[in-house]
């Protein structure tokens, strides 16, 4: 395996050099998933006819499978990072294509063509789930603790960046309602990206998996793992942040369509805003995450998260008319959101996991994460299924099964909030000084430089 070069190292809190085909990856990678994982995937299951259940069940496979993760963290030293990683993504890219057939195939009915979408669908997210073990194991070695703030920061960056470029050719290519041919076109695309993102993550710096302990062929001491203390706590964070903000990005494109009647393109080109929102997560997060620790960003995130359930709420209940004023602030706001999370939530998890363990501690903390996240958007489905179309009238709102669900999901981030201002982060600011230094140092600081004084 190649080594990082140790004439290249860099200066504390610098990012080692090599790392273009990492970050190119990440670009690469959300071209590949984000057509198959989120609303253009969402918008042709309506056109097949699929109810909020089978909606949140297709939102939720992705983050359930990753449950293959704990299995496969057995073997990840054996066969290496990059090469455990490779051969689930190659497998990956197989499925996208078949995926792109289905849509043309109008010989089959809708309900046989949303069976195929599921079982494909299904296989993508086995081969992701367990392939992607051996991803933040790789990103712990690969890049030294003092600079891992600034590798998110600029992570996230791409993967946005690219996934503001996804939603908007698909928004522009299907149109009003989206045609079978232009889904094709659009999964095709996704499919293409994924082949290109093959050789620029083989060019990824490998690195050699630590020794364990055993072997790797004892018992994995699930429970101990999930009772270390500060693992613990942040397990906690990630469970109710999931029941939060998991079935957000579905139901909001289910309520934009459904519930406010807007058009399939322009649901499309609302999402590619909300990952505009995650392009500031570098200026927001970057060295700040270093400097002042995960914690106080993660409560932001909750905080922000609280403010979009409640805009939601509001525009669902009647309250506010859901028109571009109102749509693109909440998308802004739904992609920062998210990037911060997922940037500080990541980072914190390779602070505190042992390196004794390191595969089986990532694969737990993913699991818990994501099976909440995938359990959260099905929880919701049924929720919105059994209120169905009864509504009523009070405190001046109209309460319907979408200003329920945004309602609710303002309490869940509410409870977030306050699991994580339990967590335990050496050296961590308070929440008050990450908000003190963006609502009040940071204009300071462009009022000086731009007046002079």
């Known amino acids: 395996m190649s080594k990082p070069d140790p004439t290249s190292a860099p200066a504390p809190g610098e990012l080692p050099r090599g790392l273009a085909p990492l970050y190119w990856f990440s670009a690469l990678n959300a071209l590949s998933f984000q057509p198959v994982l989120s609303s253009p995937m969402v918008l042709y299951a309506k056109s097949l006819g699929a109810s909020a259940t089978v909606l949140g069940v297709l939102a939720g496979m992705m983050p359930f499978l990753v449950i293959t993760q704990l299995p496969a963290a057995r073997f990840v030293n054996r066969v290496g990072y990059r090469r455990f990683v490779l051969g689930g993504w190659s497998f990956r890219v197989v499925t996208i294509f078949l995926l792109a057939v289905v849509p043309l195939c109008s010989f089959l009915d809708e309900t046989t063509r949303l069976i195929l979408v599921l079982s494909f669908l299904f296989l993508f997210n086995v081969s992701r789930g367990a392939s992607s073990c051996a991803w933040l194991p790789w990103i712990t070695e690969l890049i030294p603790a003092p600079a891992r703030g600034r590798h998110f920061a600029r992570d996230q960056f791409c993967m946005n960046g690219a996934s503001v470029l996804s939603f908007a050719f698909s928004g522009w290519l299907l149109g009003a309602q989206g045609k079978p041919w232009e889904f094709a076109v659009v999964f095709l695309l996704a499919a293409l ?261």
């Not at 909001?252 to 500031?280: C, E, T």
């Not at 959101?337 to 997922?342: I, P, Q, V, W, Y």
């Not at 306050?418 to 600081?445: I, K, N, Y």
């Open 193 to 453: 990206a994924g082949a290109v993102s093959l050789p620029v993550l083989k060019a990824i710096p490998d690195v050699e998996p630590p020794p364990e302990a055993d072997g790797g062929v004892g018992p994995v001491p699930w429970l101990e793992l999930s009772a270390h203390p500060p693992f613990r706590r942040l397990l906690w964070v990630n469970v109710t942040w999931s029941l939060a903000y998991g079935g957000l990005t579905t139901f909001v494109v289910k309520y934009l369509r459904d519930g406010a009647g807007l058009r399939a393109d322009l649901i499309l080109y609302f999402m590619s805003v909300s990952f505009v929102g995650g392009l500031a997560s570098p200026w927001l997060a970057g060295p700040r995450l270093d400097r002042l620790g995960s914690k106080p960003m993660l409560g932001f995130t909750m905080f922000l998260g609280l403010l979009i359930g409640l805009g939601w709420m509001l525009s669902a209940g009647g309250a506010i008319q859901p028109g571009w004023g109102v749509a693109i602030p909440l998308m802004l706001l739904l992609g920062l959101t998210n990037a911060l999370f997922s940037a500080s939530n990541n980072r914190l998890a390779m602070q505190i996991v042992p390196r004794m363990g390191r595969n089986h501690f990532f694969a737990l903390f993913m699991v818990v994460w994501q099976i909440t996240l995938g359990l959260s958007p099905v929880m919701w489905g049924l929720l919105l299924d059994a209120i169905g179309e009864r509504s009523g009238s009070a405190l001046g709102m109209h309460w319907n099964r979408y200003s329920i669900y945004f309602g609710l999901v303002t309490l869940a981030f509410v409870v977030a909030f306050a699991t994580c201002r339990r967590l335990e982060e050496p050296r961590a600011a308070e929440v008050q000084a990450l908000v003190r230094e963006l609502l009040v140092d940071e204009p300071r600081r462009w009022w000086s430089l731009v007046t002079g004084r």
